[in-house]
Every structure is written in C-alpha cells, then in structure tokens.
T-cell receptor, first 112, second 113 residues
Framework: AQSVTQLGSHVSVSEGALVLLRCNYS??????LFWYVQYPNQGLQLLLK??????LVKGINGFEAEFKKSETSFHLTKPSAHMSDAAEYFC??????????FGKGTTLSVSS | ETGVTQTPRHLVMGMTNKKSLKCEQH?????MYWYKQSAKKPLELMFV???????ENNSVPSRFSPECPNSSHLFLHLHTLQPEDSALYLC????????????FGEGSRLTVL
C-alpha cells in the first residue's frame, strides 16, 4: 500500500531564506508524486508533479522538488521565501488504478 | 468562470436538517471527486465519479449521498449529520479517473450544530 509522510507539521522561515519541506513516500512500484498548495480559505492547487521523467521537477512560484529513489523522498524547496508563500503544502502519491493519497500537510509561515 | 466552483461556501445546519452541496466544473473533465478536510487529518477521499458513474466509495456513512447528473455537476446531499461531520468539503475534477492531477474548488465549510 502507498503512503506519504510529511516531516514537520509546521515550518517557519524568514523572508529570503531557503524553504525546505520534507516528504517521504512508501510505494511498491515507482509512483507519481505531487506537491499541492492550499492558501487560506481556498482549495488545493497543483505546484508540481513527478511522472518518472526528470528527477528534478520545477513548479510554479519558484518551487522545485527532487525525486530521490534511494531515499524514497520528494522534498520541496525554494531558494528564497516570500511572504506570499505562507500556506499549507501537501505531498501526494499516486499509482495507476488507485486514488491519490495525501500527506497530513505542512504549514509554512514566513516572517519579515 | 473559475475552473471548479462550489456552493455554498459556508453552511451551518442542525443535525435534523437536509441540505446539499453543489460543485460545477468548467474544464471539460470526465472525473469528479468529493474530499473531506478536517483539522489535523489527511484529506479523505469520499467519492469518485468517472463519466457520471461512481467508481469509488470509501466506506462513507449513508448520511452522505452523492449525485452526479452529468460530467459537469456533482452534488453531495446531507441528512441527519453529526457534529463530527463539520469540516471543509472539497470538490475536485480531473481529465479522467486515472490521474493524480486534480483541480480543486475552494471548498464548502460545513458546521453541524
């Protein structure tokens, strides 16, 4: 069975600092992996996705994630945080024939 | 028009009421979903419809009743709910049911008194 673990329910950074949100997955076959973002009072929006092509995936708003099979990880990074990045971020795993499985989410706070 | 629209955005109901949540997608997608989002819990998939047929029902209590009259509309009928059903209910759509790329609405915040 697939599963997703997001390490740290809350991450705080200063504006301009590196953002690192951690995600580890468990899957018996190579999965597709996703990061979604949820801004306050809104639904989820796709940030980026890994579909077995390039291991370094670039998404919207300057975010990127690297698929590391040996570490079963798909961590999300952004070199320089902006106040508008404050939101909740969800890692998710999917395989053909199954439903999308979400992690519990990580709330990112950005201070000036 | 936005891609996926949910109404109402906020709903307060008593345990004996009957109400419905509505979702409409303008993306030409063939699959639609209901998710439940509660505080400190992962998103819970409730129902999946593909080409208007229900393809997944994750052991959801019968007090939640979905309806998909066509590929653009999805309803969630609510009756005799419990306070623990208070949550954000998210509708999503996708090109087909065999993808992890979903497009979400803004959600309906439900409070059961």
């Amino acid at each position: 069975a697939q599963s997703v673990t997001q390490l740290g329910s809350h991450v705080s950074v200063s504006e301009g600092a590196l953002v690192l949100l951690r995600c580890n997955y468990s899957s018996s076959v190579p999965p597709y992996l996703f990061w979604y973002v949820q801004y306050p009072n809104q639904g989820l929006q796709l940030l980026l996705k890994y579909t077995s092509a390039a291991t370094l995936v670039k998404g919207i708003n300057g975010f990127e994630a690297e698929f590391k099979k040996s570490e079963t990880s798909f961590h999300l990074t952004k070199p320089s945080a902006h106040m508008s990045d404050a939101a909740e971020y969800f890692c998710a795993v999917w395989q053909a024939g199954t439903a999308l499985i979400f992690g519990k989410g990580t709330t990112l706070s950005v201070s000036s | 028009e936005t891609g996926v629209t949910q109404t109402p955005r906020h709903l307060v109901m008593g345990m004996t009421n009957k109400k419905s949540l509505k979702c409409e997608q303008h993306l030409g997608h063939n699959a639609m979903y209901w998710y439940k989002q509660s505080a400190k819990k992962p998103l819970e998939l409730m129902f999946v419809y593909s080409l208007e047929e229900r393809v997944e029902n994750n052991s959801v209590p019968s007090r939640f009743s979905p309806e998909c009259p066509n590929s653009s509309h999805l309803f969630l009928h609510l009756h005799t709910l419990q306070p623990e059903d208070s949550a954000l209910y998210l509708c999503a759509s996708s090109q087909d049911a065999n993808t992890g790329e979903l497009f979400f609405g803004e959600g309906s915040r439900l409070t059961v008194l």
